[in-house]
C-alpha cells in the first residue's frame, strides 16, 4: 500500500478530506523545497465555515483549539501534496511542527492545543507522522486566528 493510499484511506476513516492548498495571505511563498526538505509556511486554523478565530483561555476552550490545530493540519498536508506535485507517497516523514497558539498570558495549555495537529498527524502517517515540536503561546495571530503551525516534511 501506497503513503498517498495510507494518508487517504486514514483520512476518509476520520470522515476528513484534504482542502484545496491554501494561498499565501501577504508576500511569501507556501512552501519551499531545499534539499529533500520541504518548509510549509504557516497554516491557520479554518475550516469549512471560515476562520476559526478567538483567544484561548477567553474565546475557546482547549478542545476547540485542539480543533483549530487539527484544521491547521490538514492544511499542512494539502501543502505537503503541493509541493509534492499531488503525490504524497514523495512524503517520506514529518519532521518538526512550530504551533503558535493565540492565548491570554495565563494559559499553559499550548501542548495540548498543538496536540491536535499532532494526533492527527500520527493518526495519518502512522511512525512516519511522529515528529519534534514546539508549541508556543502568541499574544495574537494573524486575522484573529485561533492556531498557526508550519511544518518541515522530509520527501524523496
Known amino acids: 500500500m501506497t503513503m498517498t493510499h495510507e494518508i487517504e484511506t486514514k ?14 495571505a501577504a508576500n511569501y511563498v507556501p512552501y519551499v523545497q531545499t534539499g529533500n526538505l520541504i518548509h ?3 497554516q491557520i486554523s479554518n475550516d469549512e ?3 476559526i478565530v478567538g483567544k ?10 485542539a480543533q483549530a490545530a487539527r484544521s491547521c ?6 501543502q505537503a501534496k503541493a509541493a509534492s506535485d499531488g503525490d504524497l507517497t514523495k512524503v517520506k ?13 495565563d494559559f499553559t495549555e499550548q501542548p495540548t492545543v498543538i496536540n491536535g495537529a499532532s494526533d492527527l ?16 503561546s502568541a499574544a495574537s ?9 508550519e511544518a518541515i516534511f522530509e520527501v524523496v
Request: aromatic share 2%; proline share 7%; net charge negative.
Open 93 to 105: 516523514r514529518l519532521v518538526k511542527m512550530v504551533g503558535f497558539v493565540n492565548s491570554t498570558p
Open 11 to 24: 483520512l476518509a476513516e476520520l470522515g476528513l478530506t484534504l482542502p484545496d492548498a491554501p494561498a499565501p
Open 73 to 78: 493540519a490538514l492544511s499542512l498536508l494539502a
Open 49 to 51: 465555515a471560515g476562520l
Open 121 to 136: 498527524m500520527v493518526a495519518v502517517m502512522g511512525d512516519a507522522g511522529r515528529h519534534a515540536r514546539s508549541a508556543v
Open 40 to 42: 510549509i509556511s504557516g
Open 56 to 65: 484561548l483561555g477567553l474565546d475557546l476552550t482547549t478542545e476547540q483549539g
Open 141 to 149: 495571530l494573524p486575522l484573529g486566528v485561533a492556531v498557526e503551525i
